[in-house]
């Protein structure tokens, strides 16, 4: 197949240009500078998520993957939240609109969203028919997955991949955490209490391209392993993959001094379940928790 990828540079990118090169298909990428460590049969091509995206410029695609944003995990305030906002809705506004304009259109537009969608839902299980829960991160999914479904106005199939914590080596959510915790000053947040949905990223990879690549699928999936845990079982287990104790204890408050507002979507409980995912014949290599923490660090 012939693939464009947007956000390629970034964590997930990179890994998902890689894999779709070992695949055998073709990759167009859409970024704002050329990452120098691509296979030279990634073709580059110069978008800034403030302005139109060049898309008469790419070969004939078979399917574009959706990843560009501004990164989530800063500390956030008004300017920061707005640029969050714009590069995910406007962007992907922008892009729907150049999908428009093409002669010849992709088949399919799989577009990245993420489990704030359902905002801070305590024990509830939650799954794809789940409604949307409330918050900035919550309304921000929505509105980010309003844009990509109209590119069904110009007959693609549309696919959003609601993304949970992408677990894996050189980037994403797992070297962060695990710093403290190799200086023995890990330790749960808060109760501990609170759900968190997980994902080992070459599954991530995989769910991205097979939902590109299955006709029957469109809507929402979630990208999450479907064994959920706690944060403290989580922390726990982090703590045992890198021959650590993690007997501590964050406050909230303490995560507000050093995080401002993103530490109340930390402190968020989403127990998400791929049901949709696995219903369209998905199947998950890494679910289970300790297995993946000890491949990993």
Request: aromatic letters at 8%; glycine letters at 10%; one cysteine or more.
């Amino acid at each position: 197949m012939n693939f464009l990828v947007t956000g390629a540079t970034g964590f997930i990118g990179r890994n998902l240009v890689d894999s779709l090169l070992a695949g055998g298909h073709s990759v167009n990428y859409l970024a704002r500078a050329r990452h120098r460590e691509f296979d030279s049969r990634a073709a580059f091509h110069c978008w800034n998520t403030g302005e139109n995206p060049p898309l008469n410029s790419v070969p004939r695609m078979d399917a574009i993957i959706h990843l560009a944003g501004e990164p989530v995990a800063q500390r956030w305030n008004s300017a920061v939240k707005q640029r969050i906002h714009n590069s995910r809705v406007e962007g992907t506004r922008k892009l729907v609109a150049g999908i428009g304009g093409l002669k010849h259109k992709p088949a399919v537009l799989v577009s990245a969203s993420a489990i704030g969608y359902y905002g801070d839902r305590g024990e509830e299980v939650l799954t794809e028919t789940s409604s949307k829960g409330t918050g900035f991160l919550a309304d921000l999914c929505a509105d980010w997955e309003r844009e990509a479904t109209k590119a069904r106005d110009f007959g693609l199939r549309v696919v959003s991949v609601r993304i949970g914590a992408v677990l894996g080596r050189g980037g994403g959510a797992l070297p962060r955490m695990a710093k403290p915790f190799r200086f023995g000053l890990g330790g749960k947040l808060g109760t501990g209490r609170q759900w968190v949905s997980w994902v080992h990223l070459n599954d991530l990879v995989r769910l991205l391209t097979f939902a590109a690549q299955t006709e029957e699928i469109s809507g929402p999936l979630n990208g999450t392993s479907p064994e959920p845990v706690t944060n403290a079982v989580f922390t726990a287990a982090l703590g045992r993959a890198v021959h650590r104790p993690a007997p501590w204890t964050m406050p909230k408050f303490a995560m507000k001094l050093a995080m401002g507002e993103l530490a109340e979507f930390l402190f968020d409980s989403a127990r998400v379940l791929p049901e949709a995912t696995e219903k369209a014949g998905f199947s998950f290599q890494h679910s289970e928790l300790n297995e993946t923490l000890r491949s990993l660090l």
